[in-house]
Nanobody
Framework: QVQLVESGGGLVQAGGSLRLSCAASLNILSINVMGWFRQAPGKQRELVATITKGGSTNYADSVKGRFTISRDNAKNTVYLQMNSLEPEDTSVYYC?????????????WGQGTQVTVSS
């Protein structure tokens, strides 16, 4: 069982910045992919950014050039630096851990953290 605890959400004006943190309950080098997803009211959950244990990153087109995902293996923490925030970025942001096992794969989710961007 993996526990993920997000922090860093809040209210910010358009053009501002926030940094989200996701602390994992185990060595994140044992997690194949960690990522951030978001879900706005009435919308489906969508991918924001991912980072593999090898350090490869992937971003949604809507956040490329504005958001950066990174990891601190010593702290078992993944970050999402969000710059030039827009009202459209308002969502609940969820941390995800994807683990491959010998018998399949498992997804784990954090409880979510609210990000609100005012215009």
């Amino acid at each position: 069982q993996v526990q993920l605890v997000e922090s860093g959400g809040g209210l910010v004006q358009a053009g501002g910045s926030l940094r989200l943190s996701c602390a994992a309950s185990l060595n994140i080098l044992s997690i194949n992919v960690m990522g951030w997803f978001r879900q706005a009211p009435g919308k489906q959950r969508e991918l924001v950014a991912t980072i593999t244990k090898g350090g490869s990153t992937n971003y949604a087109d809507s956040v490329k050039g504005r958001f950066t995902i990174s990891r601190d293996n010593a702290k078992n923490t993944v970050y999402l630096q969000m710059n030039s925030l827009e009202p459209e970025d308002t969502s609940v942001y969820y941390c995800n851990a994807y683990i491959l096992t010998l018998i399949g794969s498992r997804d784990y989710w954090g409880q979510g953290t609210q990000v609100t961007v005012s215009s």
